[in-house]
Protein backbone atom coordinates (compact mmCIF):
# COMPACT_ATOMS: atom_id res chain seq x y z
CA UNK A 1 0.00 0.00 0.00
CA UNK A 2 1.46 3.32 -1.27
CA UNK A 3 1.99 6.14 1.60
CA UNK A 4 2.31 9.80 0.48
CA UNK A 5 4.06 12.25 2.32
CA UNK A 6 2.54 15.66 2.46
CA UNK A 7 3.63 18.54 4.34
CA UNK A 8 1.13 21.30 5.50
CA UNK A 9 2.50 24.94 5.85
CA UNK A 10 0.03 26.50 7.84
CA UNK A 11 0.55 28.39 11.25
CA UNK A 12 -3.37 27.03 12.76
CA UNK A 13 -2.85 24.45 14.62
CA UNK A 14 -6.10 23.56 14.46
CA UNK A 15 -5.50 22.82 10.55
CA UNK A 16 -4.74 19.19 11.69
CA UNK A 17 -8.38 18.40 12.15
CA UNK A 18 -9.27 19.14 8.95
CA UNK A 19 -6.66 17.12 7.13
CA UNK A 20 -7.88 14.35 9.32
CA UNK A 21 -11.19 14.47 7.45
CA UNK A 22 -9.34 15.18 3.81
CA UNK A 23 -7.60 11.65 4.67
CA UNK A 24 -10.99 10.23 5.48
CA UNK A 25 -12.90 11.15 2.20
CA UNK A 26 -10.11 10.34 0.12
CA UNK A 27 -9.54 6.87 1.62
CA UNK A 28 -13.11 6.39 1.94
CA UNK A 29 -12.87 5.82 -2.22
CA UNK A 30 -9.62 5.03 -2.11
CA UNK A 31 -8.52 2.17 0.38
CA UNK A 32 -5.47 1.64 -1.54
CA UNK A 33 -3.07 4.56 -0.32
CA UNK A 34 -2.42 5.96 2.74
CA UNK A 35 -1.20 9.33 3.89
CA UNK A 36 1.66 10.69 6.23
CA UNK A 37 0.75 14.42 6.91
CA UNK A 38 3.78 16.70 8.34
CA UNK A 39 2.39 20.19 10.33
CA UNK A 40 4.71 23.42 9.96
CA UNK A 41 3.06 25.89 11.97
CA UNK A 42 5.77 28.35 12.98
CA UNK A 43 7.86 30.07 10.33
CA UNK A 44 11.05 28.99 11.87
CA UNK A 45 10.82 25.78 10.94
CA UNK A 46 10.70 26.47 7.14
CA UNK A 47 13.71 24.92 5.44
CA UNK A 48 13.54 22.20 2.73
CA UNK A 49 15.33 19.23 3.51
CA UNK A 50 12.84 16.21 3.26
CA UNK A 51 11.18 15.21 0.39
CA UNK A 52 7.39 15.10 0.11
CA UNK A 53 5.09 14.07 -2.63
CA UNK A 54 2.67 16.94 -1.95
CA UNK A 55 2.95 20.46 0.15
CA UNK A 56 -0.17 22.30 0.83
CA UNK A 57 1.08 26.10 1.37
CA UNK A 58 -1.65 28.46 2.84
CA UNK A 59 -1.30 31.97 1.31
CA UNK A 60 -2.48 33.22 4.94
CA UNK A 61 0.62 31.72 6.81
CA UNK A 62 2.68 34.35 8.45
CA UNK A 63 5.11 34.15 10.99
CA UNK A 64 3.63 37.64 12.85
CA UNK A 65 2.44 36.02 15.82
CA UNK A 66 5.97 34.20 16.49
CA UNK A 67 8.57 36.34 15.76
CA UNK A 68 8.48 40.12 14.62
CA UNK A 69 11.68 39.69 12.90
CA UNK A 70 9.71 37.17 10.19
CA UNK A 71 6.35 39.35 10.15
CA UNK A 72 6.06 39.70 6.41
CA UNK A 73 6.55 35.82 5.53
CA UNK A 74 3.86 34.55 3.53
CA UNK A 75 2.40 31.78 1.95
CA UNK A 76 3.82 33.29 -1.62
CA UNK A 77 7.20 34.37 -0.34
CA UNK A 78 7.81 30.46 0.89
CA UNK A 79 6.88 29.10 -1.62
CA UNK A 80 9.50 31.33 -3.66
CA UNK A 81 11.79 29.70 -1.45
CA UNK A 82 11.24 26.19 -1.56
CA UNK A 83 11.15 26.42 -6.05
CA UNK A 84 15.02 27.45 -5.13
CA UNK A 85 15.34 24.48 -3.79
CA UNK A 86 13.09 22.05 -5.28
CA UNK A 87 11.47 22.28 -8.62
CA UNK A 88 9.25 18.71 -9.04
CA UNK A 89 6.95 18.42 -5.92
CA UNK A 90 3.92 19.21 -6.63
CA UNK A 91 2.86 22.36 -4.67
CA UNK A 92 -0.69 23.09 -3.80
CA UNK A 93 -1.67 26.72 -2.90
CA UNK A 94 -4.67 27.48 -0.51
CA UNK A 95 -6.67 29.97 1.61
CA UNK A 96 -9.63 30.94 3.29
CA UNK A 97 -9.78 34.11 0.70
CA UNK A 98 -9.44 31.71 -2.93
CA UNK A 99 -13.54 31.60 -2.88
CA UNK A 100 -14.64 32.57 -6.26
CA UNK A 101 -17.63 32.90 -5.45
CA UNK A 102 -16.57 35.92 -3.57
CA UNK A 103 -14.05 36.93 -6.28
CA UNK A 104 -13.42 40.64 -4.74
CA UNK A 105 -11.93 39.05 -1.89
CA UNK A 106 -8.96 36.87 -3.39
CA UNK A 107 -5.86 39.04 -2.80
CA UNK A 108 -4.20 37.67 -5.84
CA UNK A 109 -3.31 40.25 -8.75
CA UNK A 110 -3.12 39.11 -12.59
CA UNK A 111 0.67 38.93 -12.13
CA UNK A 112 0.88 36.93 -9.42
CA UNK A 113 -1.53 34.07 -11.42
CA UNK A 114 1.47 34.79 -13.89
CA UNK A 115 3.84 33.84 -11.29
CA UNK A 116 2.33 31.16 -9.69
CA UNK A 117 1.54 29.61 -12.88
CA UNK A 118 4.88 29.96 -15.04
CA UNK A 119 7.68 30.93 -12.55
CA UNK A 120 6.85 28.87 -9.58
CA UNK A 121 5.00 25.72 -11.50
CA UNK A 122 1.43 25.58 -8.71
CA UNK A 123 0.26 22.87 -9.57
CA UNK A 124 -3.49 23.69 -7.89
CA UNK A 125 -4.97 27.26 -6.12
CA UNK A 126 -7.79 26.00 -3.92
CA UNK A 127 -10.59 27.29 -1.47
CA UNK A 128 -9.45 26.58 1.46
CA UNK A 129 -12.79 26.01 3.12
CA UNK A 130 -14.00 23.58 0.49
CA UNK A 131 -13.62 19.65 1.30
CA UNK A 132 -14.20 18.37 -2.01
CA UNK A 133 -11.83 20.72 -3.49
CA UNK A 134 -9.43 20.04 -1.38
CA UNK A 135 -9.35 16.15 -1.59
CA UNK A 136 -9.65 16.09 -5.50
CA UNK A 137 -6.39 18.47 -6.26
CA UNK A 138 -4.51 16.06 -3.87
CA UNK A 139 -5.85 13.70 -5.70
CA UNK A 140 -5.16 14.67 -9.04
CA UNK A 141 -1.74 15.18 -7.59
CA UNK A 142 -1.26 12.26 -6.91
CA UNK A 143 -2.03 11.11 -10.35
CA UNK A 144 0.43 13.48 -11.86
CA UNK A 145 3.14 12.86 -9.68
CA UNK A 146 6.95 12.46 -11.58
CA UNK A 147 6.50 8.68 -13.45
CA UNK A 148 10.63 8.28 -13.06
CA UNK A 149 10.44 9.13 -9.57
CA UNK A 150 7.23 6.70 -8.60
CA UNK A 151 8.81 4.18 -10.91
CA UNK A 152 11.94 4.14 -9.31
CA UNK A 153 9.92 3.88 -5.51
CA UNK A 154 8.11 0.82 -6.95
CA UNK A 155 12.01 -0.65 -7.43
CA UNK A 156 13.03 0.09 -4.63
CA UNK A 157 9.89 -1.42 -2.59
CA UNK A 158 10.18 -4.78 -5.28
CA UNK A 159 13.53 -4.64 -4.69
CA UNK A 160 14.52 -3.90 -1.46
CA UNK A 161 16.65 -6.66 -0.27
CA UNK A 162 18.99 -6.16 -3.16
CA UNK A 163 21.74 -3.85 -3.18
CA UNK A 164 21.33 -1.99 -6.51
CA UNK A 165 22.89 1.10 -7.54
CA UNK A 166 22.86 3.39 -10.27
CA UNK A 167 25.75 4.75 -12.36
CA UNK A 168 25.17 8.98 -12.26
CA UNK A 169 27.47 11.27 -13.93
CA UNK A 170 30.34 8.28 -12.89
CA UNK A 171 29.35 8.10 -9.73
CA UNK A 172 27.57 4.97 -7.92
CA UNK A 173 24.55 5.41 -5.98
CA UNK A 174 22.18 3.17 -4.05
CA UNK A 175 18.15 2.84 -5.39
CA UNK A 176 17.32 4.58 -2.39
CA UNK A 177 19.67 7.76 -2.35
CA UNK A 178 18.96 8.07 -5.86
CA UNK A 179 15.27 8.14 -5.01
CA UNK A 180 15.97 10.92 -2.18
CA UNK A 181 17.77 13.04 -5.01
CA UNK A 182 15.37 12.62 -7.22
CA UNK A 183 12.28 14.02 -4.96
CA UNK A 184 14.67 16.31 -3.73
CA UNK A 185 15.37 17.67 -6.96
CA UNK A 186 19.18 17.40 -6.35
CA UNK A 187 21.38 18.35 -9.42
CA UNK A 188 22.16 14.38 -9.33
CA UNK A 189 18.19 14.20 -9.70
CA UNK A 190 18.18 15.83 -12.89
CA UNK A 191 20.94 14.72 -14.46
CA UNK A 192 19.25 11.15 -13.75
CA UNK A 193 16.03 12.12 -15.15
CA UNK A 194 17.51 13.63 -18.08
CA UNK A 195 19.63 10.54 -18.70
CA UNK A 196 16.70 8.32 -18.58
CA UNK A 197 14.94 10.47 -20.70
CA UNK A 198 17.55 10.66 -23.20
CA UNK A 199 17.74 6.92 -23.33
CA UNK A 200 13.88 7.04 -23.51
CA UNK A 201 13.62 9.63 -26.64
CA UNK A 202 16.65 7.49 -28.46
CA UNK A 203 14.61 4.38 -27.72
CA UNK A 204 11.39 5.68 -29.51
CA UNK A 205 13.29 7.69 -32.64
CA UNK A 206 13.88 4.25 -33.86
CA UNK A 207 10.74 3.57 -34.65
CA UNK A 208 9.69 7.10 -35.90
CA UNK A 209 7.50 7.69 -33.28
Do not use: W
Not at 158 to 182: A, R, S
Request: net charge negative; hydrophobic share 40%.
Amino acid sequence: MKTYNVLVIDDETSIQHYFSAIERMIKHNRNDINFNFTFMHHVNEFEVKEPYDIVMFDYNFSGARFNKINREKTGLQLIKEYRKKNQKTKIIFYSSFFNIEQKQQIPLVHEDYFELINELNIFKIIYKNDHQMTCQAIKEAIGDLDIIMTSLEKMTDDFDELDLTFNVQNQEIKIQDLLYEIQMDSEIGKRFRKEIMDVVMGYMSKFNL
